[in-house]
């Protein structure tokens, strides 16, 4: 993560910390994705983590009620994300439903309960 200094408002700096979190928990001997395992194989399988880690990182704002934050970077993700997403049908759901596991790892590993969670 860059130094806290180096982001525009506290909000990017967590919101971008939940994305790379995101990543993290993907990773072997924690929920061991795919994607994350082949990342560097292909521009659609680096796509697909990218996708997921994002739309985690919505959920873990979301989760803690923090406000949506752009990212510098969405508008270079986004067109590899129209080319995984226009070419799978299925490739937004399983997105979701790694991500929604990654954000459900991070909040139990920091201890957030469900009932403390945002509504």
């Given at each position: 993560m860059p130094r806290f200094e180096s982001f525009t408002s506290g909000n990017a700096f967590y919101a971008?910390?939940?994305h790379e979190a995101s990543h993290s928990a993907g990773s072997?001997?924690?929920?061991?994705?795919?994607?994350?395992?082949?990342?560097g194989t292909s521009t659609a399988m680096r796509a697909k983590e990218?996708?997921?880690a994002e739309i985690s990182a919505?959920?873990?704002c979301a989760a803690l009620g923090m406000a949506?934050?752009?990212?510098?970077?969405?508008?270079?993700?986004?067109?590899?994300?129209?080319?995984?997403l226009r070419g799978?049908?299925?490739a937004i759901f399983q997105a979701a439903t790694a991500a929604?596991?990654?954000?459900?790892?991070?909040?139990?590993?920091?201890g957030v309960a469900p009932e403390q969670q945002a509504a």
């Open positions: 971008t910390l939940a072997t001997g924690r929920l061991d994705r795919d994607t994350l395992r082949q990342y990218e996708l997921c919505a959920f873990l949506p934050t752009e990212r510098e970077d969405h508008a270079a993700y986004l067109a590899s994300w129209l080319t995984v799978e049908k299925r929604q596991a990654a954000s459900d790892f991070i909040l139990a590993a920091a």
